[in-house]
């Protein structure tokens, strides 16, 4: 069987958990297959070597050239496309829904030129959709043109899932049946248990505590002043460390905490070799907080936008980080701290119960 993902490469570290979490899933109801990624963020990588874009491309400007193009893009853009040789499409996860989604970069060439035109001979299933919008302005769509992207892209779906209840409430607002369910990053790790002993507490740390403040007025000094407090009232009974998901990161963490070790994993395996040590975890990354939760490791959550609703899909703390003043984000830690083997115990049960969802709503498609 060949199967083609609708993800990134080598962009994001999460978006590599949430696509392993569906290959594990996959695993285990059909041995024999074989995946192919195209990188959203450049679309292009989803044309064979032979389409004609390629020679389009290569040509000096010229009297009709435009023409050309969209002639291509209307009737052949699918037929040199790697989707047209697949026996399944998977959108994997991430924001598909957030302001403007409609104008991302592959809208245009995946979905409508791809996906819509491939529909009856290639299903298409949207797996962890999320919404990533102000955590301010969580009532609905803010453009018209959001809503009907939405109900464009569900439309073309055999099947989705949603991560977080305001995507789960998005797409059922535009007639999209879709089901609620954790974000498939948390099944990146195969086992479904975890013997090591916590040795450690982990921390990401990003600047404003998100991507991106959403003129929500955040003062990036006040959750900076929150973390180091909960380091100075730690730091004698615990060791804390920091693991980070970019260049950018690794130097906000030799900044504010110059003398702590500070992890920077280039993939997967390494990433959860780190993580499955860990007592507990504070970030502002989501998805290291779900590939935390897939070890059995609980973590406080803390950041500027929807994003968070994963978590508190698999009822884990979530904090604003207008919120997350000093002693509100170290009572929460400290809570987890007091309840690790519960916390690991539940997050365990819960990822067999989810696992096994999933498996039967794949199954049909992959079996």
């Known amino acids: 069987m060949k199967i083609g993902f609708i993800t990134t490469i080598d962009t994001n570290i999460g978006d590599d958990f949430i696509r392993t979490g569906i290959e594990n899933i ?19 990588t989803a044309v064979l070597p032979n389409s004609p874009f390629h020679f389009l491309t290569k040509l000096p400007p010229f009297k009709g ?5 969209y002639a291509y893009n209307k009737f052949f853009y699918h037929l040199f496309s790697v989707f047209k040789n697949q ?3 998977i959108q994997s996860g991430a924001p598909v829904l957030w302001p403007n989604c409609f104008e991302n970069e592959w809208a245009q060439p995946i ?21 990533c919008y102000p955590w301010e302005k969580q009532e609905g769509f803010i453009d018209n043109r959001e809503k009907i992207y939405a109900e464009d892209i569900g439309s ?21 049946k879709n089901e609620l369910l954790p974000c498939t990053a948390f099944f990146v790790d195969k086992a479904f248990e975890n013997k090591r002993e916590g040795e450690y507490i982990l921390i990401n740390y990003m600047e404003g505590g998100g991507h991106y403040s959403w003129d929500q007025q955040i003062n990036n000094q006040e959750w900076e002043n929150s973390v180091l407090y909960l380091i100075d009232k730690l730091k004698g009974e ?19 905490a110059p003398s702590f ?5 280039k993939s997967v395996s390494e990433y959860l070799e780190i993580i499955k040590f860990a007592k507990v975890g504070i970030n502002n990354r989501m998805h290291a907080s779900v590939a935390m939760a897939s ?73």
């Not at 996959?26 to 292009?44: C, G, R, S």
């Not at 050239?65 to 193009?69: A, D, G, V």
């Not at 996906?115 to 009856?120: C, G």
């Not at 609980?298 to 000093?326: F, G």
């Open 65 to 69: 050239k435009r023409f050309l193009y």
């Open 156 to 176: 073309l779906c055999k099947i989705t899932t949603t991560r977080d209840k305001l995507a789960n409430k998005l797409f059922s607002s535009v007639g999209i």
């Open 26 to 44: 996959i695993a285990t109801l059909n041995d024999n297959v074989t995946f192919t990624y195209v990188n959203k963020h450049q679309p292009e």
């Open 238 to 256: 615990h060791d804390i460390r920091f693991i980070c998901h970019s260049e950018k990161e690794v130097e906000l963490a030799e900044k504010i």
């Open 295 to 367: 070890v059995g490791v609980p973590a406080v959550s803390v950041c500027t936008d929807t994003r968070m609703l994963m978590l508190d899909n698999i009822n884990l703390p979530i904090l604003y980080v207008k919120e997350a003043t000093p002693k509100v984000l170290l009572s929460n830690v400290e809570l987890l701290l007091e309840n690790i083997n519960q916390e690991r115990n539940r997050l365990f049960d819960l990822k067999k119960t989810k696992f096994s969802e999933y498996q039967k709503i794949l199954s049909p498609f992959v079996s």
């Open 111 to 131: 979905w409508y030129n791809t996906v819509a035109r491939l529909k009856d001979k290639v299903p298409t299933i949207n797996l962890a959709a999320g919404s």
């Open 87 to 89: 026996d399944l499409i």
């Open 261 to 265: 070790i500070h992890y920077f994993p």
